[in-house]
């Protein structure tokens, strides 16, 4: 079990760019979770995935952000048109489907400097 | 008002001591409650999870849920300095969502 996988760890971006994350779940974990935190505040749901489809999103996720999960397996978030408000930790979670679904394993996060 | 909250500290103990990390919450559709430990710009770790009311220990720590008073502790015995991070608390209902508190910083001094 190599954990939740996310790339890139670090990233800084000028105001204006696109940005794409990638999350790799754990294996046999279909619910995948994006989630964003910013320094002294715990983390926001963004959104949420079981196998290909995204079936809750937050009021957070404004247009700029979209994710997707084509396959069911990895993830990507795309941020276009960054703003400095968007720097934070973009963590992304998985969990398997009940009866053993109800524990959320994080992965390292992907750090977003907008510069 | 915050649907969960958690007094951010921070919080210094010397080592060996007892730890109580605590939140609260106004939802009362949570029935999954969970602590998670975040050392400095790491993932959150998953410590503890619980379903419903009741304590659930495991090693040194033990988690408390009472869903009356709407109120999740985290006990910590023994504390060592490796257990300086941050604790989060973490709770959800019948959404997917994990609604998280803010995170208490904890330091263990040798």
């Known amino acids: 079990d190599t954990g939740v996988s996310q790339d890139p760890r670090h990233k800084i971006t000028k105001r204006g760019q696109n940005v794409t994350f990638r999350c790799d779940p754990i294996?046999?974990?279909?619910?995948l979770y994006w989630y964003r935190q910013t320094l002294g505040q715990g983390p926001e749901f963004l959104t949420y995935?079981?196998?290909?489809?995204?079936?809750?999103k937050s009021r957070l996720l404004s247009d700029r952000f979209s994710a997707e999960r084509p396959k069911g397996s990895f993830s990507t978030l795309e941020i276009q048109r960054t703003e400095q408000g968007d720097s934070a930790m973009y963590l992304c979670a998985s969990s398997p489907l009940p009866p053993s679904g109800n524990t959320i394993y994080f992965g390292e996060g992907s750090w977003l400097t907008v510069v | 008002q915050k649907e969960v909250e958690q007094d951010p500290g921070p919080l210094s103990v010397p080592e060996g001591a007892i730890v109580s990390l605590n939140c609260t919450y106004s939802n009362s559709a949570f029935q999954y409650f969970m602590w998670y430990r975040q050392y400095s710009r790491k993932g959150p770790e998953l410590l503890m999870y619980t379903y419903s009311s009741g304590n659930k220990e495991d090693g040194r720590f033990t988690a408390q849920v009472d869903k009356s008073s709407k109120y999740i502790s985290l006990f910590i015995r023994d504390s060592q300095p490796s257990d300086s991070a941050t604790y989060l608390c973490a709770m959800r209902g019948g959404s997917e969502k994990l609604v998280f508190g803010k995170g208490m910083k904890l330091t263990v001094n040798p």
């Open positions: 294996s046999e974990h279909n619910r």
């Open positions: 995935f079981q196998n290909e489809a995204q079936l809750e």
